[in-house]
């Protein structure tokens, strides 16, 4: 057993010291109250169990954002990833949304993916915020680099803020080389697009303890019908 544990720990990569993410909440457009927290470790299952039905819609690239999320949880929670966060948005406890990403030294970030169960009230855009906000406010971070997999993470990310282009660089994600938030970006994009305010009531943080699935028929129905949504 200890030539096995000494075997998997020369396979983990080195971690820095990654302060958490403070759960906030957000009001959304539908009045309801969106916690947003981090996802430790042992939670992950239940967010690959959500992802898995998805790994068959194709709709606004449904298919390869689960496929590379499901991969990248799945890395994470075997500790063969670097300095990868996990954060999950959760309406009375019902997983709405989740998003990724990596540091990749102490000045940089690495956005991953953004992925939205419960549409047409902006989560994604508020989980992607949330997202820069811990690189940015809590890591101490100068810059991000992003990609966007869909059309509708382009006008999200790329338009929204604005992001600059950084096309010496190549994405960790492949695909088109990298966009760049700075730090500056960022400050002048937060009074527009980051919400939600700390500290979190013991009530809503309570709600928010365990994640629940909404069921499988219920995500596929909500992430293919006609309303437009962000992933």
């Not at 075997?7 to 403070?22: G, I, K, N």
């Not at 992950?44 to 991969?71: H, M």
């Not at 500290?199 to 437009?228: D, M």
Request: charged residues 30%; negative net charge; aromatic residues 8%.
């Amino acid at each position: 057993m200890a030539k096995i544990s000494e075997l998997e720990a020369s396979l983990r990569p080195p971690a820095m010291d990654m302060p958490p993410y403070p759960p906030k909440v957000i009001t959304l457009a539908s009045g309801e109250k969106m916690v947003v927290r981090q996802v430790e470790r042992e939670e992950i299952p239940t967010l690959l169990e959500a992802i898995y039905p998805l790994l068959w819609v194709e709709r606004d690239f449904y298919d390869i954002v689960g496929a590379r999320l499901f991969g990248e949880l799945l890395a994470y929670k075997r500790y063969r990833v670097k300095d990868e966060y996990v954060l999950a948005g959760l309406i009375d406890g019902v997983l709405a949304g989740m998003v990724n990403g990596r540091l990749v030294d102490e000045k940089t970030g690495m956005s991953y993916h953004t992925l939205t169960i419960r549409r047409g009230l902006r989560v994604g855009s508020h989980l992607f915020a949330a997202k820069m906000e811990y690189h940015i406010e809590h890591c101490g971070q100068e810059e991000v680099l992003i990609v966007a997999e869909s059309p509708i993470g382009f006008r999200r990310w790329m338009i929204e803020y604005p992001l600059e282009k950084r096309f010496e660089v190549q994405h960790e994600l492949g695909g088109v080389p990298s966009w760049v938030l700075p730090k500056e970006t960022y400050y002048n994009a937060k009074p527009r697009l980051v919400s939600g305010t700390r500290p979190v009531s013991e009530e809503l943080l309570k709600s928010a303890e365990t994640i629940v699935l909404p069921g499988e028929e219920t995500v596929v129905r909500q992430v293919a019908g006609e309303k437009e949504g962000e992933t």
